[in-house]
């Protein structure tokens, strides 16, 4: 191994994402001998004392830190984001009853489309027609549906709810890529889940936090294994929970708690935004990709007015160190992902690339 100290990379990816340092050191030595049992944390019994230990401070921290209501539960599971599309249904919807969606984005047409498997399912609100530029704003939700679904953050185009909709019916949503970064008001919301990857964790956990009293009324007969009821009256161990995801994911909160939680994050994150769509407002060549008032504090997208300039910016910018800005291919252009553990002095070094730039072919 090399002990000469690389700089560190400016990571922008979208997920999955960059964590905190002390973070990867931590988990490096659970790896090695965890707290000093003599073994791996990866070859503990996850029904060990140790491991049950990590599991329910994962899931206490994610309360605590939330401040979700007391009664609420919280699991780790695998699938990703992704199995929640398909669970969220099912736990939710009465066989032969409705559910209603906001599609404003990729992984919301994913999720309406699972819903669709489940039973009916309307679209009461959609920004598809500019591209998921913005959000949806005004729309009426009815009151006979099982459960309304948004996704509060739209990774791929770039957006955020800044206020959520007020609904009478359960609201669930896919909190994926903004889960941690400002504080919700946990009780507007029957169930948030979102993959770890994102702002939380490595890749392999997804969480879910919910009310538990709005579970398990819908008369569906479902395998234990998606039925957020069970995994919940087993704390999170029903099965083989991703223990080192999870363990990972409890670091990261930790991590997040000894910063000043949800609040400070919050703010660090709102001087980042500000910092790049203040630049890329004020550089003519450079132009951002959604409406001003959505535009989404973890994904900024934006591009280069005249798209020819692209291979010299990007030569510029993988010169600075800096890595993943790359857009999304159904978005194109460049996505700067600024998730929590991402330090402002990568704003800015991203942002002198782009003055720097800008004064070359402006
Ligand atoms: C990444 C992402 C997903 C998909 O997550 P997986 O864990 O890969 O299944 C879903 N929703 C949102 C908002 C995402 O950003």
């Not at 990867?24 to 019994?45: K, R």
């Not at 009815?142 to 185009?157: A, G, L, Q, R």
Request: proline share 6%; with cysteine; glycine share 8%.
């Amino acid at each position: 191994m090399s002990t000469a100290v690389k700089p560190k990379v400016h990571n922008y990816s979208a997920g999955p994402c960059i964590l905190p340092q002390q973070v990867f050191e931590q988990a490096s030595q659970a790896v090695l001998d965890f707290q000093g049992t003599g073994m791996s944390i990866l070859e503990m019994s996850h029904r060990s004392k140790p491991i049950e230990e990590v599991m329910n401070k994962a899931r206490d921290l994610v309360k605590e830190l939330l401040g979700a209501p007391d009664h609420y539960e919280v699991v780790f599971l695998g699938g990703g984001a992704s199995m929640g599309f398909h669970m969220v249904p099912l736990n939710y919807q009465k066989p032969g009853g409705k559910s209603a969606y906001a599609n404003t984005g990729e992984w919301a047409t994913r999720a309406v489309k699972e819903g669709r498997l489940a039973g009916e399912t309307l679209v009461v609100a959609s920004s598809e027609d500019k591209n998921f530029n913005y959000i949806p704003k005004g729309f009426a939700i009815p009151d006979d549906v099982d459960y309304f679904h948004i996704t509060t953050n739209n990774t791929i185009f770039g957006t955020q709810y800044k206020a959520f909709p007020k609904t009478k019916v359960p609201m669930l949503c896919d909190m994926s890529s903004d889960i941690f970064s400002r504080p919700v008001n946990v009780s507007d919301f029957a169930l948030i889940y979102g993959g770890a990857q994102k702002n939380m964790g490595p890749a392999g956990a997804t969480v879910y936090l919910f009310d538990p009293e709005k579970l398990g009324h819908t008369g569906r007969k479902l395998s234990p294994m998606m039925d957020l009821k069970n995994h919940a009256a087993k704390d999170s161990m029903y099965n083989t929970p991703p223990v080192y995801a999870v363990y990972v994911s409890m670091l990261t909160l930790e991590w997040l708690k000894s910063i000043g939680g949800v609040a400070e994050a919050e703010k660090r994150n709102q001087a980042k935004a500000e910092l790049l769509y203040g630049t890329i407002d004020r550089l003519p060549i450079f132009e951002g990709t959604t409406a001003v008032e959505d535009r989404s504090a973890m994904n900024a997208t934006f591009v280069l007015k005249d798209s020819a300039l692209e291979p010299a910016f990007d030569a510029l910018w993988k010169e600075a160190g800096i890595s993943g800005i790359r857009g999304h291919r159904s978005v194109g252009g460049y996505r700067a992902s600024m998730y929590n553990a991402l330090p402002i002095d990568s704003v800015k070094v991203l942002t002198e690339v782009m003055e720097e730039f800008a004064k070359k072919n402006g």
